[in-house]
């Protein structure tokens, strides 16, 4: 272990890249979840497909999808892994949309990161595709909420 705990740090404390070359290839899954809030108005615009941009949800699908895929080109120290399997669905309530990521892969280290770049992008789109009628959005509540898989086991905790 690296630094004070921390094990994206060296013992002199730089940031290095973890070595999992050792580490069993396993089955893993990790999802993740954020919240989009929003005025009653723009959120029937996305349920009615109103929207002057098209599909919201299909697009903000789609780009959490790619994201996920692109993980490790935005976070420095994060590992490139190979994907089996991305999911983005939401749940549209009264005045915020839910976003939810999963994302399965079998290797030698988590996908927690790809889930939460998922959500994140996904939200981040419906906000662009909406800013035009409702710049008082806020993208909130990012966080994992269940991983499996690895030496570290399951983690799990209220959505």
């Given at each position: 272990m690296g630094f004070k705990g921390l094990n994206h740090f060296n013992n002199e404390g730089?940031?290095?890249?973890?070595?999992?070359g050792d580490k069993e290839d396993t089955n893993r899954v990790a999802k993740a979840k954020g919240t989009i809030y929003m005025k009653k108005e723009t959120k029937a615009l996305v349920k009615e497909g109103r929207a002057k941009k098209g599909d919201?949800?299909?697009v903000a699908r789609l780009a959490g999808i790619m994201a996920a895929k692109k993980t490790a080109d935005l976070i420095p120290l994060c590992h490139n892994?190979?994907?089996?399997?991305?999911?983005?669905?939401?749940?549209?309530?009264e005045?915020?949309?839910e976003v939810f990521g999963e994302v399965h892969t079998q290797g030698k280290t988590g996908a927690e990161m790809e889930a939460l770049t998922a959500v994140s992008v996904a939200c981040l789109t419906i906000y662009d595709m909406l800013k035009?009628?409702?710049?008082d959005m806020i993208i909130g509540d990012i966080k994992l909420v269940y991983k499996a898989g690895g030496k570290s086991g399951t983690y799990s905790r209220d959505a």
């Open positions: 730089e940031a290095h890249m973890v070595n999992v919201v949800l299909s892994i190979s994907l089996s399997g991305v999911e983005v669905d939401f749940n549209i309530s005045e915020k949309i035009a009628v409702d710049r």
